[in-house]
């Protein structure tokens, strides 16, 4: 069994060893420079934790994995460009390098090639493997569509809120289990419950991104905090404040995100103090530990031993202590 941070080095390592032959080069550019950022690969680290579950040789379908972290770093490249975000992993946006144009044209053949290198599977596995991947790739866009549209609402619901980033984010680690134990020939219960174990994550993992982006250290996090409070992103914190928050204090949140023109640094710093005031951060990191403890129960039902799942029940603690 492959420890994750074996497997995430399994991953770098073949990620740099692409070869983009292509003409012409400067629409490849863009698409190396976004993959050779880093980042926490957890989608493909994910795939082949998975699979290493039932089979010894992850690096045989390092491809796919890697398949999914393209497909990955295109939705954000393309998310970037529509937040209008200057930074991502404490560099330059493509669209803040390069320009709009290229980050649209880019993003698209790392689309079409992130397909490309899912497909380089076991052929007895390919079907299974593109609905899989297809599917998610819808849910995202719908996920997205929902996200830009809860920007111009004010009456966004909780519930509204989870199944939003269910689709935009958690179905896609959902996607990478499903994957490697589709390739790993599991039983179909485990493959289920593998599913439900990786949507369960995903939630926590993006609530925990909610919080990072309000009480984050800028200089671990990479990129500027307080993102989602300037651009009235309606995240859980700030739909809960608005829920939970007195007449002062719904009056004040109201204010601000209904302000055309405001100090980007004061908004950031009087929503955070109302936060505080109302008490957002505990919930947020109680409902955060919720979900990882739903999760932790669909990888119980997984049908291998316990020493067999100990790297990814690790794997599992060290995104919940993440502080990035």
């Known amino acids: 069994m492959n420890t994750s941070n074996e497997i995430l080095q399994l991953v770098n390592t073949f990620i740099d060893q692409q070869t983009y032959d292509r003409r012409p080069t400067s629409l490849y550019d863009p698409i190396k420079y976004v993959l050779s950022l880093g980042g926490k690969r957890i989608r493909p680290v994910l795939m082949l934790l998975a699979y290493n579950l039932y089979k010894d040789d992850p690096a045989s379908i390092l491809m796919p994995a890697i398949g999914l972290e393209t497909y ?3 939705t954000l490249l393309h998310d970037d460009l529509m937040d209008n975000a200057d930074m991502r992993r404490g560099h330059d946006t493509v669209h803040k390098k390069w320009d709009a144009n290229k980050a649209i044209l880019s993003g698209d053949s790392m689309l079409v090639l992130a ?3 899912m497909q380089q599977c076991d052929s007895r596995h390919l079907q299974a493997v593109l609905d899989v991947f297809t599917e998610t790739a819808l849910e995202i866009g719908e996920g997205q569509e929902y996200d830009m549209t809860f920007e111009t609402r004010n009456d966004v619901t909780e519930a509204e809120y989870i ?11 959902a ?4 994957i490697g134990a589709i390739l790993a020939d599991a ?7 593998l599913y439900k174990f990786g949507e369960q994550l995903g939630l926590a993992f993006q609530l925990q991104d909610d919080l990072l982006d309000v009480y984050g250290d800028p200089k671990v996090f990479g990129k500027a905090i307080g993102g989602d409070i300037t651009s009235n992103k309606k995240t859980y914190m700030l739909i809960n404040a608005v829920n939970r928050a007195n007449a002062q204090q ?8 209904t302000a055309k023109v405001f100090d980007r640094e004061e908004k950031v ?5 109302l936060y505080d ?3 957002i951060r505990q919930l947020c990191e109680e409902k955060i530990g919720y979900y990882f403890g739903q999760s932790r129960k669909y990888l119980d039902k997984v049908s291998v031993s316990n020493a067999a799942k100990q790297n990814l029940r690790q794997y599992m603690d060290e995104l919940l202590h993440r502080n990035k």
């Open 277 to 279: 005031q109302i008490g």
């Open 175 to 178: 996607c990478a289990v499903k």
């Open 250 to 257: 719904r009056q004040e949140l109201l204010r601000w995100i």
């Open 163 to 173: 199944e939003m980033i269910r689709l935009k984010t958690s179905v896609l680690l």
């Open 115 to 117: 397909y490309q290198r």
């Open 187 to 193: 039983p179909e219960n485990d493959i289920d419950n």
């Open 72 to 74: 990955h770093n295109y």
């Open 269 to 273: 710093k009087a929503v955070t103090e």
